[in-house]
């Protein structure tokens, strides 16, 4: 049919040029944002491309939901504007008929969008938490960088070395400050070199001194030494190796009752509820009033998207704190959203309001009056 096959290749062509756009803008936000990490020593600098790949595969359900509402409302607004709405109205269409191919058209990003909720976004982060997790647990001496002050794991120890050998097992001028039983510590040695004895890796310090303090200052030991051995590696415990929610997959959420779990399973199965309500609010607010400007039905979808999408979000976290509960909000929010969406648009489908008071009076004065029989 020419009005389906027409529509479809309209939305077609709109949905791939925005989520190209989109894409490319999110990966350079998140290209940004993950060397700013690296340089803080968060990320490993030698993964900067594949943490933002995850990143960006992580934010596909927000990317393909804001793509298909932008393209519904790009195509839409530009057929009124170019009065192709008028005509299809005229050859008798309906606004209630674009919902079947509108649905028709998106029921591939809808089942990628949940797809990549409920499996790729906790894929994504489960990825991204790991290799951040395994950089942070790297051996202490690997943190180090020759003239750089470089705290530990623990964050109870400073390291600073002059230079290097390339392999990093050896090193001159080394300085060490560290907390230990209530003492600051500084070490002092010419040099020092990483042994394995055992499971652990230890810094063998040559010809050095060692100045011990208590917290309270009450008074300073000094000693001399010709070797000297300091935990090199790991993270002491410190580190929590408790899986995030957002990381965790979603059959695991489904098992665990916890308001966490709850929270983030209720924002997974509304990002798909949240993607059908966008087609049907996207096929409301693309009239274009030529009084308005061009650009005020897009400013109007934009507001409507962001509400959406932070009462989303702030639910999760409303879920997550108890108070609410997971199937009330989800009922509240999407169910309410999609009535007014059907009520919207059955207004706008039987022209509901559209004949102002005057037109009313015009209408009733040109009715006919009633014929009066003489007696």
Do not use: C
Not at 119 to 137: D, L
Not at 245 to 263: F, I
Not at 353 to 371: E, H, Q
Request: net charge positive.
């Amino acid at each position: 049919m020419l009005f389906h096959s027409s529509l479809r290749k309209e939305l077609s062509r709109s949905f791939g040029a925005t989520l190209v756009v989109l894409v490319t803008i999110v990966m350079t936000m998140m290209l940004i944002r993950t060397l700013g990490l690296a340089s803080k020593g968060s990320v490993n600098p030698q993964e900067v491309f594949l943490v933002m790949a995850y990143t960006v595969l992580g934010y596909m359900p927000t990317i393909l939901s804001l793509s298909l509402f932008i393209a519904i409302v790009g195509t839409l607004s530009r057929m009124y504007r170019d009065s192709e709405m008028v005509i299809w109205f005229s050859s008798g269409r309906g606004l209630m008929d674009f919902v079947k191919p509108m649905f028709r058209f998106a029921w591939p990003v809808l089942i990628l969008i949940a797809v990549m909720a409920l499996v790729g976004w906790p894929w994504a982060n489960s990825q991204t938490i790991g290799m951040r997790q395994q950089y942070e647990q790297r051996s202490d001496i690997e943190r180090v960088s020759p003239g750089e002050f470089r705290e530990s794991a623990g964050r109870v120890r400073v390291f600073f070395i002059d230079k290097d050998t390339p392999d990093n097992s050896k090193a001159t001028n080394v300085f060490i400050w560290s907390i230990e039983r209530n003492l600051q510590i500084t070490t002092s040695a010419r040099s020092g070199s990483i042994e394995n004895i055992g499971d652990s890796r230890y810094l063998l310090l040559n010809s050095g001194q060692r100045l011990e303090q208590p917290m309270a200052n009450t008074g300073l030991k000094i000693s001399e030494f010709k070797t000297y051995g300091t935990r090199a590696g790991g993270n002491n415990g410190l580190v929590n190796d408790a899986t995030p929610p957002r990381a965790r997959t979603t059959v695991s959420l489904l098992a665990d009752a916890s308001t966490p779990s709850r929270g983030e399973l209720a924002w997974r199965i509304g990002m798909l509820f949240t993607a059908i309500n966008f087609v049907l609010l996207a096929l409301n607010v693309s009239s274009a009033n030529p009084r308005v400007g061009r650009s005020g039905n897009l400013l109007l979808a934009l507001f409507a998207f962001v509400v959406y999408y932070n009462m989303l979000n702030l639910g999760q976290s409303w879920i997550s704190s108890g108070r609410f509960s997971m199937g009330g909000f989800m009922l509240a929010l999407h169910g309410g959203v999609l009535l007014i969406n059907l009520a919207w648009l059955s207004a706008r489908q039987n022209n509901w309001g559209r004949r102002t008071p005057r037109a009313r009076r015009d209408s009733a004065a040109i009715a006919p009056t009633p014929k009066i029989e003489p007696t």
